[in-house]
């Protein structure tokens, strides 16, 4: 089974920024699409932002584009979201995802189109 182990759950001001890591073993990270989402109290969880297997392409949600950056590091086996100017509604516990196998695809946006997840990282932002 794939594994995805988050770190960098912090509180920080309005205004301020902190970075999110993803490191993925147990599969071939190189040959997954990866995404980050988040689920605020009583709401959905949302899509927040995808990179692509290899080339770097990336999507971002209406809400977090200009402010946020998904990137990754194949060697690594990690992938990362750069917050910054956050907002007090960026509060939420932000999810780690992987989609695996090959195809014409270059990102998803869906909870279900996701095969593996990680236990998730508390974002909070104060005003």
């Known amino acids: 089974q794939v594994q995805l182990v988050e770190s960098g759950r912090g509180l920080v001001q309005a205004g301020g920024s902190l970075r999110l890591s993803c490191a993925v073993s147990?599969?071939?990270?190189?040959?997954?699409?990866m995404g980050w989402f988040r689920q605020a109290p009583g709401k959905e969880r949302e899509f927040v932002a995808a990179?692509?297997?290899?080339?770097?392409?990336?999507y971002y949600s209406d809400s977090v584009k200009g402010r946020f950056t998904i990137s990754r590091d194949n060697d690594k086996n990690t992938v990362y979201l750069q917050m910054n100017n956050l907002k007090p509604e960026d509060t939420a516990a932000y999810y780690c995802?992987?989609?695996?196998?090959?195809?014409?695809?270059?990102?998803?946006?869906?909870?279900?189109?996701?095969?593996?997840w990680g236990q998730g990282t508390q974002v909070t932002v104060s005003s």
């Open positions: 995802a992987a989609r695996s196998g090959s195809s014409s695809i270059v990102y998803y946006t869906g909870i279900n189109e996701y095969d593996y």
């Open positions: 147990g599969g071939s990270f190189s040959s997954y699409v």
């Open positions: 990179i692509s297997r290899s080339t770097g392409s990336t």
